[in-house]
Antibody
């Protein structure tokens, strides 16, 4: 059974940094791209970015709203994907979901809430 | 980026009704379109992909169609568990979602 578990969310002040983790199980982690999707309170889904598998270069893509501030990385030996978030803004407040794949995605984590507030 | 315009933003319907939700892409996406259902406090659930392919385990009352820039999700006979928010997503290029359609009980 595929499982994705996010962790690392919490309350952070504007301008500070936070790193989210996504621990995966139930599949060969290194074979798949991993994505992050967020949802602000009461709002719709916003794709944040993804990291390709090493077979496809391990490269990353980001939404314009986070490019230059957020970095996605992966540790295939631990089956963990990371979302490093720097220079956080109040508008980054959202539930952050980890998902498998970079296109349609059938596997989602339960989400972790990030609140950016002073 | 490809923009996805979803309509309507909200919809009231009754059990047994047939409902249709549309999604228009700002450029052609070659059927690289998925539909998701989301219930409050839960992660989205994949319903269809490649515009019309039903995800395993999803009831056949859900169907999708379209081509080019215009796509539709149809629920043939609404069931109580179908009242939720629906999103389209294109994955022809870096993914983008529609703004969502909230389906409410009339």
């Amino acid at each position: 059974e595929v499982q994705l578990v996010e962790s690392g969310g919490g309350l952070v002040q504007p301008g500070r940094s936070l790193r989210l983790s996504c621990t995966a199980s139930g599949f060969t982690f290194g074979d798949y791209a991993m994505s992050w999707v967020r949802q602000a309170p009461g709002k719709g889904l916003e794709w944040v970015g993804f990291i390709r598998s090493k077979a496809y270069g391990g490269t990353t893509e980001y939404a314009a709203s986070v490019k230059g501030r957020f970095t996605i990385s992966r540790d295939d030996s631990k089956s963990i994907a990371y979302l490093q978030m720097n220079s956080l803004k109040t508008e980054d407040t959202a539930v952050y979901y980890c998902t498998r794949d970079s296109t349609k995605t059938r596997f989602w984590g339960q989400g972790t809430l990030v609140t950016v507030s002073s | 980026d490809i923009q996805m315009t979803q309509s309507p933003s909200s919809l009231s319907a009754s059990v047994g009704d047939r409902v249709t939700i549309t999604c228009r892409a700002s450029q052609g996406i070659s059927n690289s379109l998925a539909w998701y259902q989301q219930k409050p406090g839960k992660a989205p659930k994949l319903l269809l992909y490649a515009a019309s392919r039903l995800e395993s385990g999803v009831p056949s009352r859900f169907s999708g169609s379209g081509s080019g820039t215009d796509y539709t999700l149809t629920i043939s006979s609404l069931q109580p568990e179908d009242f939720a928010t629906y999103y389209c997503q294109q994955y022809y290029s870096t993914p983008t979602f529609g703004q969502g359609t909230r389906l409410e009980i009339k």
